[in-house]
């Protein structure tokens, strides 16, 4: 008679899982490949070079972001400070030069505690985007000409921000361990060249992938506590909670929801409390003005105003912005409760900030920084990854051209109003089709690139193979049929790997 195998023996009969290729399941990293060589083939030695997956991942990003910063030499040699439109033209603006002299950084105002002059009275970034500034105007020596300063401060800025590309480039490849390779996706994202030093998002973003890695790791602490600075730095990665809160009410996962939500609320009090009681006034600035903000570059708010010829006040987009995302998230709730087959974190992850950036009173070009890693996660093909990028760079040049056809006076050197429209339509479009493609795979998961190649949710730590606890609608009925699925088996409630039996 046959033995069943026990626990024990099942555990140690699992073979470690090949990576995926991806020039072996996508036709576009496939016929990207033959730059360097062409695919690899199957008789290759894999794990025996120096250069592994990772650390190539990580020096492709670094090329990239110091190409991204080449991009912006002719504003850095005079267009930040002569011209006003040629840092438009040249399509290489940056925020950070221009607010070190404007938020006080040069005078050695301390961020919230000390009052500004002109228009803007505080520091308006949240208090840990505040201390990453900070500390790069400590490193920025005091001597010579304003512009010396500036010019030196934005360096100082992008190599800490160089550092936060290289995290955030690593985080996605070692996040689905089969998969390392899909962090090329966002070392060779044009776009996020293109905008990492425009502003100082990528310290949020790379507190974000930091902590979908810890997730994925099944340590629950390390990402709250991830969570919880990143959203000190920015506000959008906590909108991640009301995914993960869906997806563990389905597993039965409270315990680690719970520890990764004390985590979250303990690391920003830590870090905003001390500023909150001692300059109450400098720590509001920020949710101040992102609530009195009006409809600006980039917003449907903005496209709908214009096409329409109606005037759309700061009120009037909170309340239908706030009503959009809520039901967004009751929509989300559902898919979440009544698909086939409980969404991968990481999809349902960039849903909720792509349905943030939509429903935006502003869209600045950096924000496409927020989806690049999410994005990488959700929907590793490079077709649809560069269909949207495309989107997002067409973008950036649109909102360059029309600020050159604006400042240009008489000139009119750029892009009208008419075309810039164009281009907002375009960047709606391209991050509506990526979220379509996403909630297909949802609905579909033989279509999911990442279920299709044997995983359950590498991304979902404790919910990667675990068993529905609670469920909705059909999903909650299975078929009697499976449908017709091509690829490797998954399991459910064995970390999603398919157990080979080794009983005689």
């Not at 992938?209 to 990402?223: H, I, N």
């Not at 939509?358 to 869209?363: C, E, I, Q, S």
């Not at 490079?382 to 360059?400: H, K, M, N, P, S």
Request: hydrophobic share 50%; glycine share 8%; proline share 6%.
């Amino acid at each position: 008679m046959c033995a069943m195998p026990s626990a024990e023996t099942t555990r140690a009969s699992v073979r470690e899982p090949e990576p995926v290729r991806p020039t072996k399941e996508d036709e576009v990293a496939a016929a990207g490949s033959e730059l360097i060589g062409g695919p690899i083939g199957r008789r290759a030695l894999l794990g025996t070079s120096w250069w592994t997956p990772v650390r190539v991942v990580a020096l492709v990003a670094i090329a990239m972001f110091a190409l991204g910063m080449v991009q912006k030499l002719p504003c850095y040699d005079g267009g930040w400070f002569f011209g006003a439109s040629t840092q438009y033209t040249h399509a290489c603006y940056s925020d950070i030069p221009h607010l070190y002299q404007g938020r006080g950084f040069a005078d050695g105002l301390v961020p919230y505690f000390d009052k500004l002059p002109g228009d803007m009275d505080y520091l308006e970034y949240p208090v840990l985007t505040g201390v990453f500034m900070e500390v790069a105007a400590w490193l920025t020596p005091g001597g010579g000409s304003i512009q010396d300063q500036e010019q030196i401060y934005w360096m100082v800025n992008a190599g800490m921000l160089m550092v936060c590309a290289a995290v955030i480039a690593v985080s996605t490849a070692r996040t689905h361990r089969r998969r390392p390779w899909d962090g090329l996706l966002v070392a060779l994202a044009p776009a996020f060249a293109l905008t990492a030093t425009i502003n100082w998002d990528l310290l949020a973003v790379a507190l974000l992938a930091a902590a979908m890695l810890m997730w994925s790791r099944g340590r629950a602490l390390a990402f709250g506590i991830l969570i919880g600075l990143a959203t000190a730095a920015k506000f959008y990665p906590f909108l991640v909670m009301g995914p993960l809160l869906v997806l563990c009410w389905r597993a039965g996962k409270w315990r680690e929801f719970g520890v990764a939500l004390m985590g979250t609320v303990g690391a920003w009090l830590v870090v905003n409390l001390p500023v909150m009681y001692l300059a109450p006034e400098g720590w509001a600035k920020f949710y101040s003005f992102s609530h009195d903000r009006g409809v600006d570059f980039g917003s449907v708010f903005l496209f709908l105003s214009t096409w329409f010829k109606i005037t759309i006040t700061a009120d009037t987009a909170n309340a239908w912005a706030l009503v959009l995302m809520v039901l967004v998230c009751v929509g989300m709730a559902a898919l979440a409760l009544t698909a086939p087959r409980r969404p991968r974190f990481a999809q349902l992850a960039f849903l909720i900030v792509a349905a943030f950036v939509l429903t935006n009173k502003v869209y600045s070009p950096q924000y496409v920084l927020w989806l690049v890693p999410l994005a990488a996660l959700a929907r590793p093909r490079w077709r649809d990854f560069l269909i949207w990028q495309a989107c997002e760079v067409a973008y950036f040049l649109g909102i360059w051209m029309y600020l050159a056809y604006t400042t240009s006076g008489e000139a009119h050197k750029g892009l009208s109003s008419q075309g810039y429209q164009i281009a907002i339509a375009v960047h709606l479009l391209g991050t509506l089709y990526l979220c379509a493609v996403v909630v297909r795979d949802i609905f579909m998961p033989e279509r999911d690139m990442v279920r299709k190649a044997g995983d359950d949710d590498p991304s979902g730590g404790v919910l990667d193979g675990a068993e529905d606890a609670f469920v909705l609608g059909a999903a909650a009925h299975p078929p009697r049929h499976a449908a017709h699925f091509d690829g490797p088996p998954v399991q459910w409630g064995n970390g999603g790997a398919a157990v080979e039996d080794r009983s005689p």
